[in-house]
Structure formats: C-alpha cells, structure tokens
C-alpha cells in the first residue's frame, strides 16, 4: 500500500461518522480536520481547552466548543484536567455534544493521556486502558527494566520523609547529586514537575517539603551527565517495532535544581552501538508489556546517554510527544492513526517488521525538531506573531551578515504567559547535532522579549 491507500484504511472508523475532537488546543487541530475531512468524515466538533500558538483552522472546517474555567498553571496540572475532562465532561461540552449529535452516533478521537473508555455513550479512539496508565509511574519503574534485562542505574523507591529520602541520597550519589522523581498518586505529571536534582541540604529540604504534600513514594537515583533523549516502541500482535531514537531537550539547572523540558529534535543522533542498545530496550520493554497487560501500540522510554551507555529512566505507555515528533518530521505516514487503530485492537495492515521499516527509514532521511519557551508576561499574547530574526549559531539577535534568517512564532501558553516555538530546520541545524544550544538561545530569546 502506498501511503495514501493505508491512510484511507486506517481512517475507515472514522468515514461518514460524526467526530468530537477533544480536548485539545485549536491551533493543534489542523491535521486532524484536514485528515477527517479529506478521508470522508463528517464535520467534527472540536472541544477546545484554548486557542494555543500557531494558526487555526478554518472555521468552516468544524463546530467548536471551549472548555470554560481558568487555564492549568503546570504542564502536569493541564494532563490531569486534560484526563478529568474526558473522564466526566463539564456542562457545556455535553450540551454541545447533544446538540451535535442527538442522535448518539459519533465518534470521540481523544489524546493520549484519556481513557478509552465509552464516554457519554460514545465509542472512543485514542486514550488508553486503566491498566496501561498505571505503568506510567517512574517509581515503577526498575522492576519493569529488570524484567526486560535492560541495563538501568541504581535506584531506591522510598516513602517521602526526610530520613528516608537523605538516606538513598547518601548510597547513591556519585558525586553530583542525585534526582528525586515523585509518583503518580494524585495522577499523572510531566513537564519535569515532579523531578528534582538535588545537591544541597536547601534544595533536599525544599524538596522533601514537595514530595511529602504531593506523593507516597519518591524515586532517588544517581544524576547521570549526558544527553536526554528517547526511544519509541510500536507493540502488534506479531511483536514489536523499534524506532529511531528522539533527543529530549532538557536545560538542567543546577542552582534551582530543576530541568526545564525545552521540545524535542530527530536532528540528533547518538553513536551506532547506542542507537542499537536503544533500539533493543524498545524491543525487551515492548514485549514485558505485552506479557504484563497486553499492550497494542505506541511507547517511549526515556533516558540519559551516559559514558557506560543509554540508561532508562522513565516509561511512557502512551503515545508519547516524541512519537509526535517523528508522525511531524514524516507527515505522510500516519502514526498517530496507526495508535488508534492498534489500541483498538484494529489490523493495521502492516507486520511489526515492515512498520519499523517504514517509519525508522522515512525518519532517518527527513528530520525535524520543535524547541518551545515559556515567559511569564505582563499582557498574555492572544494572537500569534511570527518573528523573523538571525541565528548565527550562538544566539538569536538581528539577521546581517554573520547570521541565518529564522523564524520564531510567539503566541500565548496554554499554562499562562508567553510562548515562543522555533522549528529547527536544515539552515539552523546539521544531522548529528544535538538542538540545546538552540534551546538555550530560544530561552534567552524569550524572556528577553517577553
């Protein structure tokens, strides 16, 4: 099948259904519209959690509904409302809802954190099981490497009290402190919110003040120097399929002991014997999942390329963001469909085998990178701007003589404040090359500007 056939195959669920899009950013919705709209759906109804960066769709192209109430102020908080959301639709989303389809005929394409669960009536695609979800605890963790024989560093899971959490310090620091990462108890996090790098008694003490009012459990391990980054998995019924590793841009901070999630590149490659021994983790963690809970498609492990290799540090059961950003670097091929499809328990059409092929390939050959920064700003923006400026692979300033012309978009933050996207592309960045000096420059760039 040539891309266009299997899209039409893997779209069938959706052709001539009524489809309610939730809930996401407007401006993230361009390509599911166009892509219902191209393969045979009826116009979709878009539950909108705000209007995010970046142009919109034509309003003609769907019906929309915005999810009233004040915006989440961290990443993790716009997960857990994100999931609530789904989980018990506010008044006015199941108002629109049957006033869209009072017939009760449609169709829910959700994110990745929701459950698929029926709701209000409704099938869904997208989401995920109960069981998957509960994975996604990273004090959970060193017993799923163990299982898949994956070499993983030293770690605790102790309760959130200053004893015991300065006692596991104290075994496993190497010498640069050590990262406290929370669980999941009150719902997932991200964004690094429950993640703290510890190297001084101010920052344990300020730390076990959060994690004894947010957690019952804390991970300790080792801080470990070197890129982060991830690798994607793809489990079908005929095993799994091992991508192409994602470099995870993080700015850490030592002084605030916190580490800033910046975007993400395919840019970056590490050495071949590293790509393999990610790739292979893929596959070992792939396949305890399928033994543990049956898992069908998409997963990312993500982790630091030490001097002693890749080292794991966190599972994402989910279609994770560094899976998106291989689906944005090969628009043609339709991974995200592809998880719906295999959550659903849906012939893909495509042996694991000849889906790592197609996807690791088109990836490698065309790559992509998204780097975002968020300011707080005296006047949120509600409108996009694009800036043309120079990048003169230092810093972003005025575009002479000595710097390639770029452009960054500013527009506002779903979680309040200013933010600024940079697409990386092959005038700004070469293969090979890590985007954190890019990530560092947008950072300056937006709260210099903000």
């Not at 109430?69 to 409302?81: F, H, I």
């Not at 109960?130 to 799923?144: F, R, Y």
Request: charged share 25%.
């Amino acid at each position: 099948m040539d891309d266009t056939e299997w899209t039409r195959w893997l779209t069938e669920p959706f052709r001539g259904r009524k489809v309610i899009l939730g809930y996401r950013l407007v401006a993230a919705s361009n390509h599911q519209i166009e892509t219902l709209r191209t393969f045979g759906a009826q116009r979709p109804l878009l539950v909108s959690i705000g209007r995010g960066t970046g142009p919109v769709p034509p309003p003609d192209t769907h019906d929309l509904v915005e999810v009233a109430g004040p915006r989440p102020p961290t990443m993790t908080e716009e997960v857990r409302q994100n999931t609530a959301l789904a989980s018990d639709p506010p008044p006015e989303v199941r108002a629109a809802v049957e006033s869209y389809d009072p017939d009760g005929e449609a169709i829910w394409w959700l994110t990745p954190y929701a459950s698929n669960a029926d709701c209000l009536g409704r099938p869904v695609l997208g989401g995920r099981p109960a069981s998957w979800a509960a994975l996604e605890d990273k004090t959970l963790d060193a017993d799923l490497w163990r299982e898949a024989g994956v070499a993983h560093s030293p770690s605790r899971s102790v309760r959130p009290e200053a004893a015991d959490l300065r006692a596991a310090a104290d075994a496993l620091d190497t010498g640069a402190g050590t990262v406290w990462s929370g669980d999941a108890r009150d719902g997932l996090n991200g964004g690094s919110d429950y993640v703290r790098w510890v190297r001084t008694p101010e920052q344990a003490a300020d730390a076990e003040t959060f994690f004894a009012a947010n957690c019952d459990r804390v991970r300790v391990m080792p801080y470990l120097e070197g890129p982060s980054c991830s690798i994607h998995g793809f489990v079908l019924p005929d095993g799994v399929a091992a991508l192409r590793p994602v470099e995870q841009v993080q700015i850490p901070d030592a002084g605030e002991g916190r580490f800033a999630s910046t975007g993400m590149s395919t840019w970056w490659d590490p050495a071949p014997e590293v790509r393999n021994a990610m790739r292979e983790a893929a596959r070992a963690v792939g396949r305890v999942l399928d033994r543990r809970v049956g898992y069908r498609g998409g997963f990312s492990i993500d982790g630091i390329v030490t001097a002693e290799g890749f080292r794991p540090t966190e599972l994402n059961p989910r279609f994770s963001g560094g899976l998106g950003q291989l689906a944005r670097a090969v628009p043609s091929l339709p991974i995200e469909l592809v998880q719906l499809n295999a959550v659903r328990g849906r012939d893909i059409r495509l042996s694991a085998a000849d889906l790592e092929h197609r996807i690791v390939g088109a990836a490698d050959e065309q790559r992509s990178g998204r780097l975002m920064s968020i300011a707080d700003s005296a006047a949120a923006p509600t409108e996009s701007v694009d800036h043309r400026i120079g990048w003169d692979g230092v810093r972003l300033g005025p575009v002479d003589g000595s710097a390639t012309e770029t452009v960054v978009r500013t527009g506002p933050s779903m979680i309040g404040g200013r933010l600024a996207m940079w697409e990386l592309d092959e005038h700004v960045i070469a293969r090979g090359q890590s985007a954190l000096p890019h990530a560092r420059a947008l950072r300056r760039f937006a709260t210099s500007d903000a």
